[in-house]
Every structure is written in C-alpha cells, then in structure tokens.
C-alpha cells in the first residue's frame, strides 16, 4: 500500500502537477490506466503461473474467454461515443429553438444547455470533464475515461459484468495453484498469509489486489442491474429526491392523461443543495428552507467515517441529498414499464419504447406505446405510398414500352431474320 500512494503521489503531483490526489485527475487517463495495468499482470499470472500448474481446464477456459471479453468491452466502453446531444448546425435553427421554448415558458438550465448551446433532451445531463451535453446520461466514469451514456452504457455493464466473474475465477485459480504446491518447511508465522507470501509472493500481492477491487466492482454491478430494471440512471438516482425523475425535465404522467407539465418550471419547496452534490444540476430555480437533520443524516454526513465507507463502496448516490426520499416516493416513471421491458430497452437502446435517446424532448401524452404504434403506421403508410408510387411508374413505363412494340409489331411484325 507504501508503494501504491508513493506512486500515486508521483503520478497526481508530479506527472500530472494537480493539486489534489483525485480532482481534476478525474480528466486524464490515470484511473483507466490502472484498470489497465491491473488486467495486464493478472493475464501475466495467468499464463505464466496458473495454466501451467492448475488441472482445472474447464475453469482455464472459462477464464481466458471472459478475460478476453472483459479487455473488449473495456476498449469500446473508452473508444465508444457516450451519445452526444445533437447541436442545431447553424444560427437560424438556434434562434427558432430558443424562440419556442421561450413561447411556451420553458427556457430554463433544463431544457437548455448554456454551454453546448443546445437543446437538452430528457434524461440528458451536461458533463463538466468532458463538457458535452450526454443523452440518458448515467454518470462520468474515470475508471473508463469516459462518459457512460445511451451509447456504450451497454458496454460499460458487460465490461463490470466480465471483470467481476473474471476476479472470482482468477482467485479461485490462484487458490487452487497455492494448494497444490507443498508448504515450505520454514513457514513459522500465519499460515493463511505467510505460506503464500512464501510460495509466490508477486502472485500473492496480485490476488489480493484482484479481491480488493472485487469490492466496489460487485457493489457497482448489482447496482447496475437494479437501475437498468428501474429505468434508471445513476444522475436520476441521485438526485430523485430533488428533481424528481429524469432530472425534473420529465413529464408528471405519461399515458394517464398528464397535462405534461416540466417539473423544472416549477417551485420545489424545500429542496436544498448540498455540498456532496457535485453532479446534480441544479437550474430549477429552488427555494432553499431549513431543514431537519435525522440521525441517519448525521451519521452519512460528508467527512464522517460511514460517509467515506459509502463513497468507497459507491452507495454514496442512495444516501446523497434527498436521494433516499425519493427513492421511497410513490412518483411514477413515465419511461418504466416494468422490470421485463426496461431490461429490453436498455439492450436495444430506445426501440422496445421506440424513442432515440438524444432526440426525445418530450413524453407523449399518449404514452410511448401509442407514439410507436403511431409512429410504425406511419412508416408503413409512407412505405405503402412509395411501394404504390414505384408500381405506378413501372407500370407507365411497361405501357409506353408495350405501345412502341405495338407500333413496332404494326409495321412489321416479328418476322424470321432471314425473311428481314
């Protein structure tokens, strides 16, 4: 660990000259480095240690293809673009954006982006690092050197995915090859460190490291997994207590005859900001009271023990502000539609509710499943129109074809070449 913060130092004072240890580091590929580096020595282990000396085959192999999987959703959840929020491509289109959301009361920090100059589609979030506009943005990942968005969100889960179970089965192998070695005979100390220390010590460091980050990884996971069958992200997570959900720019009720009212125009009594909430957006023109603090408050609160615990951890967003309240309300999400469909329209990105994640500005009052039954006829009625277009000329250019043969046969017919 000596070794670890004096190359931590090195790399954030030195290298880099921030002035924190973590920061503004958060815009350089330190973290993703270490991923990086981590997985390197473990592919290292593996093959010069454990596939030599472990008989469980079956096991090796399973290791090598999800360790391989694992490197490929890691390079394409970096490569890939998170879904950056289209731009209007010349001046005239941005005076009629900002001319209709001034006419109908919604030119707010929530429904546009000062810094992109843009309109802001729902469940969208302006990102400070990589300052761009995200669509359904989830969170910036530094471990990925990336925005985690509708566009690699799914890259990102099978890279968290493949990296946990690759983990448990690195560290099943690596037990397996410290017990099929025999124990050294100068082995005085605790048996569960000091034999393996003995054995392989760089093998040993490497497993622990490996089980370290198995801590926050498993918690990310399964936080993940709940999220995507919420149809949720880890911005609405945190800040559903305070802007209720898709970041206060949704609707009240989708389907059920809302009047589609944006909760960012309204007055929120009794929201406050707090000094955790470093990634919340906070344009929605809040009335800040007194509040109450409970005693799970006091004890989550920023600099206490439980609240490093839980930032480590990363269940920090569930305790954040007002994030537990709003996790307890009863407010509906217009976007979930259960646990089975939200799952498929994380998958297919948008077409289980037929909606592009960068470009719905609005829920339908009809509801997404009505919008998509519409918006399917449509596309079939304009098929049909051009199908029947097609028909029609081919059919004119059959007519006039066959009217010239007619004249052409009227003459003279079609008579052998020999008698021509």
Known sequence: MAEFFAMHHIVTRVLLNKNTYVGTVNQSPYFAGIIAGSMLWVGYCWITRLVQQSESHAINLAFAIIFGLCLYNFFRAITLDPGLCPRPAHDGELKAIIEDLASEGRLNGQTFCIQCMARKPLRSKHCRVCDRCVSRSDHHCPWVWNCVGANNHRQFLLFVSTLVIDIVLFDYLVYEYFSSIPSPDSAYCFALLCEPALKDAFLLCVALW???????????????????????????????????????????AAGSGGAGVQMGHRHHHGAHQQNGDTDSEAEGGAHKQPHKHTFCGTLTAPGTCAAFLLNLLGLDRFTRGRA?????????????????????????????????????????????????????????????????????????????????????????????????
């Open 210 to 252: 490996s089980a370290l980050q198995l801590t926050w990884t498993s918690v990310l996971l399964v936080t993940q997994y709940w999220q995507v069958t919420r149809q949720l992200t880890t911005f609405e997570v945190s800040n559903l207590g305070r802007f209720g959900f898709m970041g206060g720019r949704g609707t009240l």
């Open 324 to 420: 537990a309240r709003g996790l307890t309300s009863h407010a509906r999400n217009p976007f979930d539609f259960g646990a089975v469909r939200n799952c498929r329209d994380f998958w297919s990105m948008g077409k289980e509710l037929g909606v592009e994640y960068g470009q719905v500005y609005d829920v339908p009052l009809e509801g997404f499943d009505e919008a998509k039954k519409r918006k399917e006829a449509e596309r079939g009625d304009l098929e049909h129109d051009h199908e029947g277009s097609g028909s029609s000329r081919s059919k004119s250019l059959l007519g006039k074809l066959s009217m010239r043969m007619g004249m052409g046969s009227g003459r003279r017919g079609y008579e052998p070449l020999n008698q021509v």
